[in-house]
């Protein structure tokens, strides 16, 4: 029996957010979005993640005018984004109706399909935006954020699993952000989720350890549906694997994923010259193409490792990092084993670092370190030990809290509204803009009044925009 596996092409987002810290423009991507648009990409995962907030600080362009012009170059393709639940697309958790209302702003503007996930894997603070998911249309894929340690078991993955599908799921992404996943394990978990979810299962690796093509194979083989790739010139290291040589490794078996190669080396060569391009400006370091092994004994995602090396250079302590390394697992277990993806990678690195710096551990205990012991992003997936809460909370006067983060927000829309100048006020969406990147968001507005896009982007009607179904 064949089974058409499906393509995620990440170029547009999670490519470029990898291996040049989302620097690529709208202008870079115009002169191939027709041409991904014809491809029969299952998805092309281009908005959300870090996108929105590195077109307001670095690229001086608006998020939800970039979405509209995808829309419109790429009508057959659905278009898919990355949210981060409660914290959308920002680094705080946000009030229900700010996130519903972000939700229902993005399908608007053109998104179908919302991967939703959240750092600790605790469902509460995913509800809210699958629910909102649901209520516009939209394909909900709500996804689990894959780590190793003590409780990472398949049963664990397989129990959070079940949950996610009995809250509506429509598919299941497996998000292995920093490249721990092996190819037996894989195996076996798809196997074990397959058993158990009759959802779709959706697998998303990095390259980082230099497994992810292996681990694809192995999950497809094990019933997987779809897997995401990268166009090869920004593909590989601390990207994925490259969209050309999964869809050869699959041609002509039961998997085909029936994409044309020969249209696929067009796109290719386009993104070649893009390459070069960001070779040059510095954009794209060589270092971060290579393998590096190290993530499968330290579990640090490419980009955090990055993270880790600038606050070391900051401090003049650039020869600590091996040390810092080896801290890093040992403030993710005092921390009750958050998976490391943002924010809480930020998070747990940051402090590893105070930590080997400042020569004693916890001396400098970072807000945000409190936040996380006080309960403030969720459940941990192992309890925090009470004597090291007591410890870290001593001086603050933060409380412990079990309830979910967001149910002692209160609603904050309409005070956004009223907070934001009304000067800058162009669009409706710009309020979200606004509520998620403060101090950011009015430098943009104050720059987007008196400047033009370098292109034709004319207003586009999206209550006539065509949806792929």
Known sequence: MSKKINITETILRDAHQSLIATRMTTEDMLPA??????????????????????CLRFLDEDPWE?????????PKTKLQMLFRGQNMLGYRHYADDVVEYFVQKSIANGIDIIRIFDALNDIRNLETAMKATKKEGGHMQAAIS?????????????????QLENAGADSICIKDMAGLLTPY??????????ENVKVPIQLHSHYTSGLASMVHLKGIEAGADGIDTAMSPLAMGTSHPATESMVAALQGT????????????????YFATLREKYLKSGLLVPKLLGVDANTLLYQVPGGM??????????????????????????VREDAG??????????????????????GERYKMVTKEFKGLVAGQYGKTPLPIKEEFRKKILEDSDLEFITCRPADLLKPELETLKNEMPKEYYEQEEDVLTYAQF????????????????????????????????
């Not at 979005?33 to 092309?44: M, P």
């Not at 970039?66 to 790429?74: D, F, M, N, S």
């Not at 894959?146 to 079940?162: L, R, S």
């Open 438 to 469: 403060g101090q950011v968001a009015e430098k943009f507005f104050e720059k987007r009044r008196n400047k033009k896009y370098g292109l034709d982007s004319e207003h586009i009607d999206m209550k006539n925009a065509v949806h792929p179904v």
């Open 337 to 358: 084993y958050p998976p490391l993806v943002t924010p809480t990678s930020q998070i747990v690195g940051t402090q590893a670092v105070f930590n080997i710096i400042s």
């Open 66 to 74: 970039r979405l509209r012009i995808l829309r419109k170059k790429c």
């Open 305 to 330: 490792l990055s993270n880790l090396v600038s606050q070391l250079k900051q401090a003049g302590k650039e020869d600590k990092l091996e040390e810092v390394l080896h801290e890093v697992p040992r």
């Open 146 to 162: 894959y780590t190793t340690g003590p409780v990472f078991d398949t049963q664990y993955y397989v129990n959070y699993a079940k």
């Open 33 to 54: 979005l027709e041409l991904l648009d014809d491809i029969g990409f299952y998805s092309l995962e281009c908005w959300g993640g870090a996108t929105f907030d590195s």
């Open 185 to 194: 394990g894989t195996q076996e978990l798809v196997k074990a989720l397959k």
């Open 254 to 269: 039961e998997y085909d994923t029936g994409l044309d190669l020969k249209k696929l080396t067009v796109i290719r060569d």
